[in-house]
Nanobody, 120 residues
């Protein structure tokens, strides 16, 4: 499986915005279906799996979990071999490590993720 490199995280105040980027390592390409996942501090402590919060296909199908719907926008630029997650109106509960990976198939290889902290 392809490993991906995430970037764009950081510390932001509630209500702020961030844009995450995702590129495949080496000469690989984005998969047909790609997604953004996150693992919150609570999930980490409990050993829970990463949550798929948004995914997009080459065919243009996009889905979000309810908790981010209307605030986050997933997109991809196949020409740049890059996927994005625009996050607006961030809330403290969005604090997590964000990962990108293939969607519709359970990934087995993960990148380092990018940490997003929403705090005043």
């Amino acid at each position: 499986q392809v490993q991906f490199v995430e970037s764009g995280g950081g510390l932001v105040q509630p209500g702020g915005s961030l844009r995450l980027s995702c590129v495949p390592s080496g000469s690989a390409s984005l998969y047909y279906a790609m997604g953004w996942y996150r693992q919150t501090p609570g999930n980490q402590r409990e050993g829970n799996q990463r949550e798929l919060i948004a995914h997009i296909t080459n065919g243009g199908n996009i889905n979000y979990v309810d908790s981010v719907k209307g605030r986050f926008t997933i997109s991809r630029d196949n020409g740049k071999n890059t996927m994005y997650l625009q996050m607006n109106d961030l809330k403290p509960e969005d604090t997590a490590v964000y990962y990108c990976n293939r969607a519709l198939v359970i990934p087995t290889v993960w990148g380092q993720g990018t940490r997003v902290t929403v705090s005043s």
